[in-house]
């Protein structure tokens, strides 16, 4: 297994819609396992594999189920592997204060569905239901928009998200200024073994 490395914001594959996944087989298998490892390094409860520079409709989620009753006892969902994920139904409405991977540092208060039916395959193709509520479902609905290259900050209304932005920019601007320097030489790497 291998950690990934997390793009953040305002990386370009975070924008990118992610395309279909139709071969289950070794290779995919191993893609699962580095996002596990990567997803549980960082401490996340979700991880799309565009935030770790593979356009594909997957994500990992691992959702604690009684949070707020005590850090020892935190039970979890599990880890779940959620490939070409389709919401049958949503339910309700919830407001979450969520966070992301991919903008460090960065919380903001979402209005969700707090109710999901979602339909996907597993790692073997096979497909899968799931109803979901709560947080469970705030982070099915927080992945499952990062595959349409949509990030939690496109769901606050201009205002808030302006002012995000702007502290986000502040906080993080060696950061990503490392990242596109380390893209560009990728792109003219990449360039240069074509030509
Ligand atoms: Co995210």
Redesign the pocket.
Known sequence: MAVLEVVTFPHPVLKQKCAAVTRFDAELHQFLDDMAQTMQGADGI?L?AN?VGVAQRVFLMDVPTNRGSGEKDVKTTGRIEVINPKIVSLRGEMKYEEG????PGMSEFVTRAAEVDLEYQDRTGAVQRLTAKGLVAVCIQ??LD?LDGI??IDRLSPFKRKIALREYLRQNREAIDDQAMREKLRTRRAQRSVG
């Open positions: 979700g799309a935030q992301c991977l991919s903008f927080h992945e990062h990030t939690f």
